[in-house]
């Protein structure tokens, strides 16, 4: 299946506004631009029922994207995250660049059938199937992008793609402190 890039209409319950508003908080309140998206994006896979989400971090020309903080629900995918460093990502192809220049969530329920998923063998040393690739947007700028993939694909992360792109979105200021400058 190849992957979905859409806006999505999408409503918030009150329980994730609630959420949101929580997370704003922890992210808020965390001592380093690293911590803080660590924190957001451990509470935002937890929510979310994600295994694995990893920030990733714009050069400071914009073209390439660095991995930058994660969190995984086991050491298990460490092996993912080890494939995310030693993988350089090549402007405007991919998942990542996908949800980076069109500022929109990139759905892919099949790395297996995803061709240019550039981390695929670590992706399946670490059980990891799908997920979800959103920008993080702040503003008329894109300060990044934050992946949230799961072992099991899922339908629902189609319909979730507004949430997750509104969550990540909490993450942005913390993205511009730890971005480096040209």
Known sequence: ???????????????????????????????????????????ICIYGHWDFGQAWIPDATEQRLDPGPYWMADSRMQTYRDASISSPTKYGIGLLWGAFLNRRPVICLDFASEMTFRRKEGAEAAGLRGGIFVPIVEGPQTRGVAEFLSRAPRAEDARRGGFAMTAAGKLASAAVARRPRA
């Open 1 to 43: 299946m190849a992957p979905e890039s859409h806006f999505f209409d999408f409503v918030l319950s009150e329980k994730d506004y609630r959420f949101l508003d929580a997370l704003a908080g922890a992210v808020a309140s965390a001592g380093t631009p690293d911590l803080a998206i660590a924190t957001g994006l451990r509470e």
